[in-house]
């Protein structure tokens, strides 16, 4: 009973523990093979002004950035292995100029079968990345909210 | 956990019932209660004028929302997910704005789970309906599209 195949969840790192907590009860997971995913902004402007030093963030500093936030998704890893996950999960950071586009880009490669999006409170800004997946996305959007207690 | 106990799935009539088809391979739903509820948008006219006058009063209402649950009874089987046991039901709502009074049943029904079914992304059900539920919902939201399925 494996509906949701493969799925992508994307990880901004200032969600609500609660709703994290319910990421790990979705039973109907458990089996998928899940994309944990965080989008990190990049520029690069060397292409328009032909220079070297137009690039943030640097080589150096994005194989940083990248091992930091390879352990923090690792974290979220051991979370899901701990409650009973048997299915498959791959850490992902990537380096985009559109983070909108790029999740979105990055679901339609993997397939995903579903993606799901943790806004961090219930009427908060987080706009315009969900409502451009809502709109975009080639997979079913769940945005995903602990019932009821906080309602 | 058992999820969603309770999932309420939004439908208007701009679309044909084949736009809910994405909810037949969610079996994750199979024990769940499903409530399907068409939302119909009443329409006032000269409000603060002079005259007032209602797109569908209230003695109009009973009639339609007969037939829109007895059209939602024909086609149900053909969107459930397969093997489900949960309970059914059906609501017609006539309101002011569609996107509130989705959440408001959302939110009154105790639901677990909204499941909103768009094929465009534009018109009465586009982006903006799903993103305003998304946002104000008690719950997790699902929105799909059929061509998704």
Same mark, same amino acid.
């Given at each position: 009973m494996k509906k949701f195949k493969s799925v992508v969840i994307g990880f901004k790192f200032d969600e609500d523990p609660e709703v994290i907590n319910f990421l790990l009860g979705l039973e109907f997971l458990r089996e998928s093979s899940i994309h944990l995913v965080h989008m990190s902004i990049s520029l690069d402007f060397n292409s328009l002004l032909e220079i070297n030093l137009a690039a943030y963030p640097s080589a150096e500093a994005k194989i940083i950035i990248e091992q930091a936030i390879l352990t923090k998704l690792s974290e979220s890893k051991s979370q899901l292995l701990s409650k009973g996950f048997v299915g498959h999960i791959d850490n992902h950071c990537i380096f985009t100029d559109n983070i909108k586009k790029g999740f979105c880009k990055y679901a339609l490669e993997v397939n995903a079968d579903l993606i799901i999006l943790m806004p961090e409170k219930k009427h908060s800004l987080f706009g315009s990345f969900t409502h451009y997946q809502l709109a975009h996305a080639n997979a079913p959007v769940m945005v995903l909210r602990p019932t009821r207690d906080e309602a | 956990m058992m999820f969603p106990r309770i999932a309420v799935v939004a439908y208007d009539?701009? +679309? &044909? @019932? =084949?736009? /809910?088809?994405?909810? +037949?391979?969610? &079996? @994750? /739903?199979? =024990?769940t209660e499903i409530h399907i509820v068409h939302i119909v948008k009443r329409v006032f006219y000269g409000d603060g004028l002079s005259f007032n006058v209602t797109f569908l009063e209230q003695e109009d209402q009973a009639p339609l929302r007969i037939a829109i649950i007895n059209t939602m009874k024909d086609f149900v089987h053909g969107i459930l997910p397969t093997c489900h046991v949960g309970k059914v039901k059906f609501e017609c709502i006539f309101g002011d704005d569609p996107k509130e009074d989705f959440c408001r049943y959302l939110q009154s029904s105790k639901a677990d789970l909204g499941l909103i079914a768009s094929?465009?992304? +534009?018109? *009465? *059900? &586009?982006s903006s309906f799903a993103y305003y539920v998304s946002t104000h919902a008690p719950c997790s939201v699902i929105v799909t599209r059929s061509k998704e399925f």
């Open positions: - | 009539s701009s +679309h &044909d @019932f =084949n736009i /809910l088809k994405p909810i +037949h391979k969610m &079996d @994750f /739903l199979v =024990n094929r465009e992304k +534009h018109g *009465f *059900f &586009d």
